[in-house]
């Protein structure tokens, strides 16, 4: 069977507000989407559209969120794969999923492109520990020839994640590729808050939630770590059968999280 290894331009209804901090990663989106939105304003002086950036930053921290965000501001399909999803694929298959993806992309331009994971078949030759080196390499090649193959007013933005900028092959990141880098780092305290904020909204908490108090006592949680306490607590103050969630709820889910943090052997780092 041939399943699908992409998202067929799905619309979103995500937009900027639901991205909690990322202000200076905002503000370079912001100029991506406008490209979209008025490419000719671009164009009329001879200028080139970028094709592409990379969001570079740690897990959690709302690089996939971001990318939806773009393609809900600009009102635009989003295509989206993830480069993990290639690693266990047989001789030839992964080139022709880029190239199905591309042709569907440019069916439905102006869209919007999401590689996440783009490290696990962008790596340097040699370097790479999971896919035989031969189908990472077709799969990677085909990929710059898609890339190379549209105009910079084709109206396709492509947009890739990683962790690991430094193992990317250098191809990748020549001018007309993915020459813009934004990086998405972990939230500081005013980030957290923004984030529980955002998270807090569909949940019944009791009024006297102090949300500084939480932030400052989650240093080193990534956004997604965020969403998991928030949600947690709505589930142990169900539990206990309570009509709203509560301090200790919060609490006791931070335990939780952290712990699980612990377990995946992911290092909580000491902040501010
Ligand atoms: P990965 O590298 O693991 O794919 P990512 O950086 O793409 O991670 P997302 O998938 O965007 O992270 O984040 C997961 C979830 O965490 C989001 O759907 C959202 O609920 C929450 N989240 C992460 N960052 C933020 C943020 N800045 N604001 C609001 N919510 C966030």
């Given at each position: 069977?041939k399943a699908q290894l992409f998202d067929?331009?799905?619309?979103?209804?995500?937009?900027?507000?639901?991205?909690?901090?990322?202000?200076?990663?905002?503000?370079?989106?912001?100029?991506?989407?406008?490209?979209?939105?008025?490419?000719?304003?671009?164009?009329?002086?001879?200028?080139?559209?970028?094709?592409?950036?990379?969001?570079?930053?740690?897990p959690?921290?709302?690089?996939?969120?971001?990318?939806?965000?773009?393609?809900?501001?600009?009102?635009?399909?989003?295509?989206s794969m993830s480069g993990s999803d290639f690693v266990e694929l047989f001789v030839g298959v992964g080139a022709s999923r880029v190239?199905d993806l591309?042709?569907?992309?440019?069916?439905?331009?102006?869209?919007?492109?999401f590689i996440d994971e783009i490290d696990a078949i962008g790596r340097a030759r040699g370097k790479n520990v999971m896919m035989s080196n031969d189908e990472r390499e077709n799969t990677l090649n085909q990929l710059?020839?898609?890339?190379?193959?549209?105009?910079?007013?084709?109206?396709?933005?492509?947009?890739a994640a990683t962790n690991r900028?430094?193992v990317l092959d250098?191809?990748l990141?020549?001018?007309?590729?993915?020459?813009?880098?934004?990086?998405?780092?972990?939230?500081?305290?005013?980030?957290?808050?923004?984030?529980?904020?955002?998270?807090?909204?569909?949940?019944?908490?009791?009024?006297?939630?102090?949300?500084?108090?939480?932030?400052?006592?989650?240093?080193?949680?990534?956004?997604?770590?965020?969403?998991?306490?928030?949600?947690?607590?709505?589930?142990?103050?169900?539990?206990?059968?309570?009509?709203?969630?509560?301090?200790?709820?919060?609490?006791?889910?931070?335990?939780?999280?952290?712990?699980?943090?612990?377990?995946?052997?992911?290092?909580?780092?000491?902040?501010?």
């Amino acid at each position: 069977s041939k399943a699908q290894l992409f998202d067929k331009g799905t619309r979103v209804n995500i937009t900027f507000n639901d991205v909690a901090g990322l202000d200076e990663a905002k503000v370079e989106v912001m100029e991506i989407v406008d490209f979209l939105k008025n490419p000719k304003k671009y164009t009329s002086l001879g200028g080139k559209i970028p094709k592409g950036a990379l969001l570079v930053g740690p897990p959690g921290t709302g690089k996939t969120l971001l990318a939806k965000a773009m393609a809900g501001e600009a009102q635009v399909p989003f295509f989206s794969m993830s480069g993990s999803d290639f690693v266990e694929l047989f001789v030839g298959v992964g080139a022709s999923r880029v190239r199905d993806l591309f042709k569907q992309a440019r069916e439905k331009a102006p869209c919007i492109i999401f590689i996440d994971e783009i490290d696990a078949i962008g790596r340097a030759r040699g370097k790479n520990v999971m896919m035989s080196n031969d189908e990472r390499e077709n799969t990677l090649n085909q990929l710059l020839v898609e890339m190379d193959g549209f105009g910079t007013d084709s109206g396709i933005i492509i947009l890739a994640a990683t962790n690991r900028p430094d193992v990317l092959d250098s191809a990748l990141l020549r001018p007309g590729r993915f020459d813009r880098q934004i990086s998405i780092d972990k939230p500081d305290l005013a980030g957290r808050q923004h984030i529980f904020e955002v998270h807090l909204k569909p949940i019944k908490t009791s009024p006297n939630l102090d949300i500084q108090k939480l932030a400052s006592q989650t240093p080193g949680f990534a956004g997604a770590d965020i969403a998991n306490v928030c949600n947690e607590a709505a589930l142990i103050a169900a539990r206990k059968g309570k009509s709203q969630v509560e301090m200790e709820d919060f609490n006791d889910a931070v335990d939780r999280v952290i712990g699980g943090l612990e377990k995946k052997n992911k290092i909580i780092s000491p902040e501010e």
